[in-house]
């Protein structure tokens, strides 16, 4: 079978034109927008204004991370949000503590003290577990016996309760 690299294709054509338009659209808005925090652009209002279908969204993120280089855009499930300074919005370095080492440590045992006393066993487990996102021996070197309600996961990640 021979491919024909000439050829080209009404529907693509008319896809590439329609999503320029936008993309030249939230540039701008990018550009122009001079308020606290990132440009954000509802893809819902996106969609309907310009008569797309969602899936292309990943492909006209692309376009706008394409078009400029001092914005980066991000697709955030509703929206399309603008960071003007990329290398400060998404790679952040370490955030000064506002206290010495020894006092954040000092404040996160008594934080994790008071969560302790909150709850049952279950609940407490269940918030180191799934909102911190300690580990099993994590939550054993913090002082936690949680080991008389649940065992190590299973082959299958799953806790069983004893």
């Known amino acids: 079978m021979k491919i024909n690299t000439q050829t080209q ?3 693509v054509q008319n896809l590439e034109k329609r999503l320029s ?3 030249d659209d939230v540039v701008a808005g990018a550009n122009a927008y001079n308020g606290d ?3 954000r652009a509802l893809i819902s209002d996106l969609m309907a204004q310009y008569k797309f279908d ?3 969204i990943p492909l006209l993120v692309e376009m706008l991370n394409e078009r400029t ?3 980066v855009f991000e697709d955030m499930v509703d929206e399309i949000v603008a960071f003007r300074d990329p290398v400060e919005q998404i790679l952040p370095g370490p955030a000064p503590l ?3 080492p020894e006092r954040m440590a000092h404040l996160l ?3 994790l003290d008071w969560i302790g006393m909150t709850g049952r066993d279950e609940e407490l487990y269940d918030t180191l577990k799934n909102e911190l996102g300690m580990t099993n021996s994590e939550i054993s070197a913090a002082g936690f016996e949680l080991e008389r ?3 190590e996961p299973d082959g299958d990640g799953f806790i069983e309760m004893k």
């Open 37 to 39: 925090g990132p440009y």
């Open 9 to 11: 294709y009404q529907c």
């Open 98 to 100: 506002p206290y010495a």
């Open 54 to 56: 969602d899936a292309y």
């Open 109 to 111: 045992d008594k934080a």
């Open 149 to 151: 309600y649940y065992s």
């Open 21 to 23: 338009v936008i993309v």
């Open 69 to 71: 280089d001092d914005i």
